[in-house]
């Protein structure tokens, strides 16, 4: 079987997985895990991106020590954030975090006064989330322009990653359809729109399409890593959730999916996008997917609220265990409060029990009073967010949705995925955990010819357009591969 390696790093974690592939089987084992801890430094939020890339060079030994010499390594990441490189390749300063504040309601504003909100969905169609690239960098030429002044580049973080461990620069097409900057339906950088960012619009790289080699491994990483130099880094989904849906075990049509983990990304999959007012104003994004489909969903603030709640409690010196916690909330009654998780007080760090609280007060609950009620409330806003979600994208795609998947790491928590079945009336298939990482695999493994020829029927895989490898199996036939390996746990709603 080939080995292929697949680098995914989230905003709270980063694994390195390892997986053999042959046609019609896939087994797949994580090789190296490690924690994503962002700095805060006296300018701001920032990645601690040089941790992230021993990590990774760590994580590429480690497999070659377990599994041996991979065909291929492929990079996916969280969206949006960038780093600048000059002309001799030199990093200018430590990418932001999306939560940093530089991205306030000014910033926004002097945007929207350029090009309004309206001007702007048709021209990218995305959802408005204030840390979306194209808000970023106005923050940063507004503020501080010296970097991008200076600059020869500007890479997205699976980009930058490629380019350390490559030597080559380009922009992973999935990925760089976040930044705001991409025409829509077109998929190209948008000269206006890069203006409008405060940027010229020469820093952007070259688009490639998942599949396309980037380029093979530099000497020096070879040697870092025990690998073989020139092994090809190949371009995958490189935006994580690119990658989750192509690794979402989904059958036919008529399904919807949650890709849960920091973020609770919802919606369905589409051929073209929806740039209809009403989709503007329910906030839906149209991001692009691999093999060119439309990756049409909404932002749900996700686990992330949990994961502060948990990190306030240890600050204030409670050790909770989470499974303790989500036992004890999942043995509390249904019809406790709720609160809108996608409202903006979420979205920075801090005291997230105290703002959870806040916010159901002011929603006319009465606050959760213990960690396990604050768990519950979290998890049935969510379920809650959720199922709105998917109704919405049902309303505004036309695409029926008759059983909704739920992958990532929020598929291994039994009590939302249970919540989730309850409030949409429809059946939850959860898992893989490792979506993602499995979706960043498989479009490796098909572009070097790993998993055969495609079938008779077969819809037809990536690569034709764009110079990505596709090797014409279909992204339902490795949809289909996944669901054989990793079959999804089904959760029956018990109200409808
Ligand atoms: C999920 C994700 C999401 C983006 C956000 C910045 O990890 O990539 O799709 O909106 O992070």
């Not at 990079?75 to 960038?82: E, F, K, L, T």
């Not at 994961?307 to 043995?331: I, P, T, V």
């Not at 920075?348 to 768990?375: H, I, S």
């Given at each position: 079987?080939?080995?292929?390696?697949?680098?995914?790093?989230?905003?709270?974690?980063?694994?390195?997985?390892?997986?053999?592939?042959?046609?019609?089987?896939?087994?797949?084992?994580?090789?190296?895990?490690?924690?994503?801890?962002?700095?805060?430094?006296?300018?701001?939020?920032?990645?601690?991106?040089?941790?992230?890339?021993?990590?990774?060079?760590?994580?590429?030994?480690?497999?070659?020590?377990?599994?041996?010499?991979?065909?291929?390594?492929?990079?996916?990441?969280?969206?949006?954030?960038?780093?600048?490189?000059?002309?001799?390749?030199?990093?200018?300063?430590?990418?932001?975090?999306?939560?940093?504040?530089?991205?306030?309601?000014?910033?926004?504003?002097?945007?929207?006064?350029?090009?309004?909100?309206?001007?702007?969905?048709?021209?990218?169609?995305?959802?408005?989330?204030?840390?979306?690239?194209?808000?970023?960098?106005?923050?940063?030429?507004?503020?501080?322009?010296?970097?991008?002044?200076?600059?020869?580049?500007?890479?997205?973080?699976?980009?930058?990653?490629?380019?350390?461990?490559?030597?080559?620069?380009?922009?992973?097409?999935?990925?760089?359809?976040?930044?705001?900057?991409?025409?829509?339906?077109?998929?190209?950088?948008?000269?206006?729109?890069?203006?409008?960012?405060?940027?010229?619009?020469?820093?952007?790289?070259?688009?490639?399409?998942?599949?396309?080699?980037?380029?093979?491994?530099?000497?020096?990483?070879?040697?870092?890593?025990?690998?073989?130099?020139?092994?090809?880094?190949?371009?995958?989904?490189?935006?994580?959730?690119?990658?989750?849906?192509?690794?979402?075990?989904?059958?036919?049509?008529?399904?919807?999916?949650?890709?849960?983990?920091?973020?609770?990304?919802?919606?369905?999959?589409?051929?073209?996008?929806?740039?209809?007012?009403?989709?503007?104003?329910?906030?839906?994004?149209?991001?692009?997917?691999?093999?060119?489909?439309?990756?049409?969903?909404?932002?749900v603030m996700?686990?992330?609220i949990?994961?502060?709640?948990?990190?306030?409690?240890?600050?204030?010196?409670?050790?909770?265990?989470?499974?303790?916690?989500?036992?004890?909330?999942?043995?509390?009654?249904?019809?406790?409060?709720?609160?809108d998780p996608d409202?903006?007080?979420f979205?920075?760090?801090?005291?997230?029990?105290?703002?959870?609280?806040?916010?159901?007060?002011?929603?006319?609950?009465?606050?959760?009073?213990?960690?396990?009620?604050?768990?519950?409330?979290?998890?049935?806003s969510l379920?809650?967010a959720?199922?709105?979600?998917?109704?919405?994208?049902?309303?505004?795609?036309?695409?029926?949705?008759?059983?909704?998947?739920?992958?990532?790491?929020?598929?291994?928590?039994?009590?939302?995925?249970?919540?989730?079945?309850?409030?949409?009336?429809?059946?939850?298939?959860?898992?893989?955990?490792?979506?993602?990482?499995?979706?960043?695999?498989?479009?490796?493994?098909?572009?070097?010819?790993?998993?055969?020829?495609?079938?008779?029927?077969?819809?037809?895989?990536?690569?034709?357009?764009?110079?990505?490898?596709?090797?014409?199996?279909?992204?339902?036939?490795?949809?289909?591969?996944?669901?054989?390996?990793?079959?999804?746990?089904?959760?029956?709603?018990?109200?409808?």
């Open positions: 079987m080939s080995l292929f390696a697949a680098v995914d790093l989230g905003a709270s974690s980063g694994r390195v997985l390892a997986a053999r592939v042959e046609p019609g089987r896939l087994a797949a084992a994580e090789a190296h895990r490690f924690p994503n801890t962002p700095l805060r430094l006296p300018d701001g939020l920032h990645w601690d991106i040089g941790r992230l890339y021993s990590e990774v060079l760590a994580g590429l030994r480690a497999l070659g020590e377990a599994h041996g010499q991979p065909r291929s390594i492929g990079v996916d990441s969280w969206a949006v954030d960038y780093g600048l490189l000059d002309g001799a390749g030199r990093l200018l300063g430590l990418p932001y975090h999306y939560r940093d504040a530089r991205t306030g309601p000014a910033v926004v504003n002097a945007v929207h006064a350029a090009c309004p909100p309206t001007a702007l969905y048709a021209a990218n169609g995305l959802q408005h989330l204030p840390f979306t690239t194209l808000y970023q960098l106005a923050a940063e030429s507004a503020g501080s322009p010296g970097a991008l002044g200076a600059a020869a580049s500007l890479l997205l973080i699976p980009d930058l990653l490629t380019y350390w461990l490559t030597g080559q620069r380009a922009a992973e097409v999935t990925n760089a359809s976040t930044t705001g900057l991409l025409g829509t339906p077109d998929r190209a950088w948008s000269a206006p729109l890069a203006r409008l960012a405060g940027i010229r619009p020469e820093i952007l790289p070259p688009l490639v399409t998942p599949g396309t080699v980037v380029g093979g491994l530099r000497p020096e990483v070879a040697e870092e890593t025990g690998l073989a130099a020139g092994t090809p880094v190949t371009a995958v989904g490189s935006h994580d959730t690119a990658s989750a849906v192509a690794g979402v075990p989904a059958d036919g049509e008529s399904w919807a999916y949650i890709s849960c983990g920091t973020w609770s990304l919802v919606g369905v999959e589409l051929d073209a996008p929806v740039l209809t007012e009403d989709s503007r104003a329910a906030g839906f994004t149209n991001e692009a997917g691999v093999d060119s489909r439309v990756r049409y969903l909404h932002n996700g686990l992330w949990l994961q502060e709640c948990l990190r306030a409690w240890e600050r204030a010196g409670h050790r909770w265990a989470l499974a303790d916690l989500l036992g004890q909330a999942a043995a509390l009654p249904a019809g406790g409060p709720v609160v409202a903006p007080e979205l920075p760090p801090g005291d997230m029990p105290a703002r959870v609280a806040a916010a159901a007060r002011a929603a006319g609950w009465r606050a959760p009073r213990t960690p396990a009620e604050t768990v519950r409330c979290v998890l049935d379920a809650a959720y199922a709105r979600t998917v109704r919405a994208a049902e309303r505004l795609s036309g695409r029926r949705v008759d059983v909704v998947h739920l992958v990532g790491g929020g598929s291994r928590d039994t009590l939302l995925c249970q919540l989730t079945a309850d409030a949409l009336g429809l059946p939850v298939l959860a898992g893989p955990a490792e979506a993602t990482a499995l979706g960043n695999a498989l479009v490796q493994a098909r572009a070097h010819g790993a998993l055969g020829a495609p079938r008779p029927g077969d819809r037809g895989g990536a690569g034709g357009g764009g110079g990505g490898g596709g090797g014409g199996v279909s992204l339902e036939a490795l949809r289909a591969l996944i669901r054989a390996t990793a079959p999804p746990t089904r959760y029956e709603p018990t109200r409808s």
